[in-house]
């Protein structure tokens, strides 16, 4: 099985930088996965990683450290668009089966 | 290319009733996964098919089952309904089980069993 851990909540200001971090335990890695969710719609994908490293997305950016395991997004340039929770989801063996952290709720002030 | 589609976007059931919720997939796409998601929390994994096959199972009671077709749509289907069984359904699309684009989310169906 997984434990995926994630901050409830984090706030920052406009224009700053934000770091949300994730930690996992789990018995089969393939593969990290972030998404953003906003109130009341569907989580939409952001990044993927599945080799140690950072993954670079425009303002967005993604670590891994499997020894550690350990993740984080690297929110730049913050807008006021990008309030929303942002889900760690972890990807077990070959099924495909992903398992999502609940979340960590930003809020991004003026 | 169209996104994922579900139907209906609000439900009201009745304990002890049964549900099916729908879903297309992504235009390209054979796998499709069913979430569960409780308010406050991330979506918890149901079941996952690959054309047309189950490929994996959350920890959710043998009345949660589903079907996918040749199309790639797919159905969840829910026995007996229980008060907890409340939340968002989400069914999610992907180019294979395994690829490395995440999911596309459909909208998602609010069921509420009352």
């Known amino acids: 099985g997984q434990n995926i851990d994630q901050p409830t909540e984090m706030t920052a200001t406009e224009g700053a930088i934000v770091q949300i971090n994730c930690t996992y335990q789990?018995?089969?890695?393939?593969?990290l996965f972030w998404y953003q969710q906003h109130a009341g719609e569907a989580p939409t994908f952001l990044s993927y990683?599945?080799?140690?490293g950072l993954e670079e997305k425009g303002r967005f950016s993604s670590f891994l450290s499997r020894s550690k395991g350990y993740s984080y997004l690297l929110l730049k340039e913050l807008q006021m668009k990008d309030s929303a929770s942002y889900l760690c989801?972890?990807?077990?063996?070959?099924?495909?089966?992903?398992?999502f952290g609940d979340g960590t709720t930003l809020t991004v002030k003026p | 290319e169209t996104g994922v589609t579900q139907s209906p976007t609000h439900l009201i059931k009745t304990r002890g009733q049964q549900v099916t919720l729908r879903c297309s997939s992504q235009s390209g796409h054979n796998t499709v996964s069913w979430y569960q998601q409780a308010l406050g929390q991330g979506p918890q994994f149901i079941f996952q098919?690959?054309?047309?096959?189950?490929?994996g199972r959350g920890n959710f009671p043998p009345r949660f089952s589903g079907l996918q077709f040749p199309n790639y749509s797919s159905e969840l289907n829910v026995n007996a309904l229980e008060l907890d069984d409340s939340a968002l359904y989400l069914c999610a699309s992907s180019s294979a089980p395994t690829d490395n684009y995440g999911y596309t989310f459909g909208s998602g169906t609010r069921l509420t069993v009352v």
């Open positions: 789990t018995s089969g890695f393939n593969g």
């Open positions: 990683n599945v080799l140690d």
């Open positions: 989801a972890v990807r077990e063996g070959n099924a495909g089966k992903s398992t």
């Open positions: 098919y690959y054309r047309e096959e189950e490929n």
